[in-house]
């Protein structure tokens, strides 16, 4: 069974500043990716990151980056130059290689600070 | 850009009641999915098709059931809805099986209230 474990529920950030959210996850399969979403107030999911397990480098997009180690089974999703606009809810999510069902994390809520 | 779209944001339902909840997709995707969201439980798969008339279980699939006649429209169906199904629900779709690196685009969701 794959499990996702996103262990802070809820965390502040000065605005401008950069922030780091923790996953870790359980899986048996020798191939998987990982995906980071954030969800806004607003309710839509919005896919901002894919990190295959046999990328060679760790996954960038503008602002997202991820750290991945592979052999602490965690894929840390750093913001940097936090904005306003990042406030909101953030979900790690697994995903077996040839598969396609994900299977979420609970999620962390980031509040920026002005 | 892919659009998936959930036919309402807000609903609101008796018990009893027999509940369909709507989505289409724009993209010509395979796989669609529906979960429920609640706090503190990330999201949880209820079900999911990866053709016509084709589908799967998810982790929740007890007390739903789903409809996919054609390959843009994925309909959720609570048959005799109870309270502990007051949920916010979305729907995705994805490329397809095998595409694993894709990510799955999500609709607004719909937020259901079960009185």
């Known amino acids: 069974a794959q499990k996702i474990t996103q262990t802070q529920p809820g965390m502040f950030v000065q605005e401008k500043e950069a922030v780091t959210l923790d996953c870790t996850y359980d899986?048996?399969?020798?191939?998987?990716?990982l995906f980071w979403y954030k969800q806004p107030s607003s309710g839509e999911m919005i896919f901002l990151i894919y990190?295959?397990?046999?990328?060679?480098q760790n996954a960038t997009e503008g602002r997202y980056s991820l750290n991945f180690q592979k052999a602490r089974k965690s894929a840390n999703l750093v913001i940097s130059a936090s904005q306003l606009g990042d406030s909101a809810m953030y979900f790690c999510?697994?995903?077996?290689?040839?598969?396609?069902?994900?299977?979420f994390g609970g999620g962390t809520r980031v509040l920026v600070k002005p | 850009d892919v659009k998936v779209t959930q036919s309402s944001r807000y609903l609101v339902k008796r018990t009893g009641e027999k509940v369909f909840l709507e989505c289409v997709q724009d993209?010509?995707?395979?796989?669609m999915f529906w979960y429920r969201q609640d706090p503190g439980l990330g999201l949880r798969l209820i079900y999911f098709?990866?053709?016509?008339?084709?589908?799967e279980k998810g982790d929740i699939p007890e007390g739903y059931s789903v409809s996919r006649e054609k390959k843009e429209r994925f309909s959720l169906i609570l048959e005799s809805a109870s309270t502990n199904q007051t949920s916010m629900y979305l729907c995705?779709?994805?490329?397809?099986?095998?595409?694993?690196?894709?990510?799955?685009?999500f609709g607004d969701g719909t937020r259901l209230s079960i009185l």
């Open positions: 995705a779709s994805s490329l397809r099986t095998g595409a694993s690196n894709q990510p799955q685009h």
């Open positions: 899986t048996s399969d020798p191939s998987y990716g």
């Open positions: 990190q295959g397990s046999y990328d060679q």
């Open positions: 999510a697994l995903i077996k290689a040839a598969g396609n069902k994900l299977t």
């Open positions: 993209m010509d995707h395979e796989n």
């Open positions: 098709s990866y053709d016509v008339k084709m589908k």
